[in-house]
Antibody, heavy 118, light 107 residues
Framework: QVQLVQSGSELKKPGASVKVSCKAS????????MNWVRQAPGQGLEWMGW????????TYAQGFTGRFVFSLDTSVSTAYLQISSLKAEDTAVYYC???????????WGQGTLVTVSS | EIVLTQSPGTLSLSPGERATLSCRAS???????LAWYQQKPGQAPRLLIY???SRATGIPDRFSGSGSGTDFTLTISRLEPEDFAVYYC????????FGQGTKVEIK
């Protein structure tokens, strides 16, 4: 079955970097784009952007430029989200979600909690 | 950017009751590109409805979506215990945005 499995929770200090992985299985990785979505504690869903899994070309939503980088390793069907210069307000659950078609997200990874605290 | 406003913020109902959730867009959503997701505590969201009214694979028929233009509705005909969750609408006709969510809680 189609599945996205993300890396485990991270605890980082302000100013550090973190890299979250999202390993896909059950389908051809390069046939579907991958989205990233952020959910701050107790808050709603915020689309961060997407990456074309064919070309590796990323597109970032407003507010997610500069410190956020999407990347791929197609040899292991894995997408990555790297966040640099972490701030307390980056504390959130980060989800990867396959683009099912036209910005529909299905399925989603289980989420990765990134906590930024000194 | 299209802003989606969901109402009510919280809906308190009993199992077996009918739930009606609203999603209003700040401008018309092209081609009814409106989806609904369900999120249970500690879980990732799950796609329920797309194209305003089409159920995703495996979604029970007690879930239905309707609407067009700027006003959309998700209806759960008879609430089952597993339906108590947070529901988000998403427009994907002009880039994409999510509503702030409606929590359906047990009364």
């Amino acid at each position: 079955q189609v599945q996205l499995v993300q890396s485990g929770s991270e605890l980082k200090k302000p100013g550090a970097s973190v890299k979250v992985s999202c390993k896909a299985s059950g389908y051809t990785f390069t046939s579907y784009a991958m989205n990233w979505v952020r959910q701050a504690p107790g808050q709603g869903l915020e689309w961060m952007g997407w990456i074309n899994t064919n070309t590796g070309n990323p597109t970032y939503a407003q507010g997610f430029t500069g410190r956020f980088v999407f990347s791929l390793d197609t040899s292991v069907s894995t997408a990555y989200l790297q966040i640099s210069s972490l701030k307390a307000e980056d504390t959130a659950v980060y989800y990867c979600a396959r683009d099912w078609g036209g910005w529909l997200h299905s399925p989603w990874g289980q989420g990765t909690l990134v906590t930024v605290s000194s | 950017e299209i802003v989606l406003t969901q109402s009510p913020g919280t809906l308190s109902l009993s199992p077996g009751e009918r739930a009606t959730l609203s999603c209003r867009a700040s401008q018309s959503v092209s081609s009814s590109y409106l989806a609904w997701y369900q999120q249970k505590p500690g879980q990732a969201p799950r796609l329920l409805i797309y194209g305003a009214s089409s159920r995703a694979t495996g979604i029970p028929d007690r879930f239905s979506g309707s609407g067009s233009g700027t006003d959309f509705t998700l209806t759960i005909s008879r609430l089952e215990p597993e339906d108590f969750a947070v529901y988000y609408c998403q427009q994907y006709g002009s880039s994409q945005t999510f509503g702030q969510g409606t929590k359906v809680e047990i009364k």
